[in-house]
């Protein structure tokens, strides 16, 4: 895994992985790669954010930022055909293959964009944002997503976010605070937070 997969064009050779998966009680089947984020397996994290995410009350499209090669998005947006999700991510390689994921699996209701934390999608406003972020990347980038994704909320919507405690979560929990005014830890596990924070 290593530093490269937030890059736009990761250096490391192309070696496409094939994986499956069981999230929300249906069975994925995903294309993974070199160079893009948890290539083996869909990591602790990003199914423990699939499982907690709970649909926002408002109407809306949802965006996954930092999609690596998809299976947030998708998988959410299979049990939520009404919205439309979008998948956003700075890595070419992760976007292509969450495009191709997408069709694999069946899914329709996503829009796959390559973007640089959430440029591509600003001037439009959803009524969830959802990212395990590239921790990888660093704090400025880490902090830049969440205050992006304040930005692109409409009133009411929801913010969720994965983020372990070693890597980050108590600085993450105040720059909500700050924006937010309030967030709510709504589970810890394995040093795995899932922080919820409503606009």
Not at 30 to 43: A, L, N, P, R
Not at 87 to 103: G, K, P, Q, S, W
Not at 127 to 133: F, L
Request: charge should be positive.
């Amino acid at each position: 895994m290593g530093e490269h997969y937030y890059t736009k064009n990761p250096g490391v050779k192309s070696d496409p992985n094939r994986i499956t998966a069981e999230l929300r009680g249906r069975r994925f089947q995903f294309t993974t790669d070199s160079g893009v984020f948890s290539k083996k397996e869909v990591d602790f994290g990003s199914k423990l954010l699939i499982e907690t995410f709970e649909e926002p009350e408002i109407e809306g499209d949802i965006v996954d930022a930092g999609c690596g090669y998809g299976p947030i998005g998708i998988s959410l947006a299979s049990g939520l055909s009404n919205r439309r999700f979008y998948l956003l991510d700075v890595n070419e390689r992760a976007t292509e293959l969450a495009m191709n994921n997408a069709i694999r699996n069946s899914v329709h209701n996503v829009s796959v964009m390559e973007s640089d934390q959430l440029c591509a999608v600003k001037d439009k406003t959803f009524a969830s944002v959802i990212t395990n972020p590239p921790i990888r990347a660093g704090k400025q980038v880490v902090h830049g997503i969440l205050e992006e994704a304040h930005h692109v909320l409409k009133k009411d919507g929801t913010l969720w976010i994965v983020i372990q405690k070693k890597q980050g979560a108590p600085s993450a929990i105040n720059k909500l605070e700050e924006m937010f005014g309030h967030v709510e830890t709504v589970v810890k596990k394995k040093g795995y937070y899932i922080l919820k924070a409503v606009k």
